[in-house]
């Protein structure tokens, strides 16, 4: 049986089906299909189809195949420019609307601290790790490719092989994936509670929408580029 990464790579929409059932197809995504439904708690039957029909409703286009196949220089340009730019955008955002939310709320509902811990631990977490993809390891790959294609001298690795950062940048990766569970539980899916106000409101919809362009990010940063930077460094070292 394939593994949910597999499936999230050669159907795009794919990913939407795992998100409304929770199945992780990010840092999990090395489990098959079954063991990441009984993860879970749904059955693989509904799942799969849930899947056929995601895919009857839409032309795939050769989303997956371009992230695939397009230069790694330009997959890391996407993930700077769609999901870093978002994530530091939405952490300022989030971080003020949870502040509002706590001062108005917090009496009636003392979750929303824990909300707030969670959220700040995230992002404490977030900040240091993309400013070490952007700074370090996300050069080198460019460097790398660069020097590939253009036939020239593999450049220096102060870490030894590509190996070790993106070893390094998968564990947090769990770690932040944990800390979104958390968020997630902490809200209970995030069901805005009935004398909630509109910031309230707006707060509970922006983690979800975090949540989720977070779980993209992870996604081609584990499953796309990472792989394929480590696939092309070991090719170039064995020539």
Known sequence: MRTVRELALEMPDATRVFEKLKIDYCCGGGKTLEAACAAAGVKVGDVADLLERAKALRDQGGAADEFLS?????????????????????MERIGALTAKVCAAHGERHPELSRVGALFGKLCDDL????????????????????????????????????????RMMMYEHDTAGELLRELRAATSDYAVPSDACMSYRTLYGALEAFEQDLHQHV???????????????SAAYAM
């Open 70 to 90: 397009m230069p790694l220089s330009e997959l890391v340009n996407h993930i700077l420019e769609k999901h870093h730019t978002f994530t530091k955008e939405e």
């Open 127 to 166: 900040r240091p790790h993309m400013m070490k993809e952007e700074q370090v390891l996300f050069p080198y790959i460019v460097r790398l490719e660069g020097a590939v294609l253009g036939n020239a001298a593999l450049p220096f690795a102060p870490f030894g092989t590509v190996n070790n950062p993106v």
């Open 219 to 233: 996604h081609l940063e584990n499953n796309v580029l990472f792989p394929r930077a480590v696939e092309m460094e």
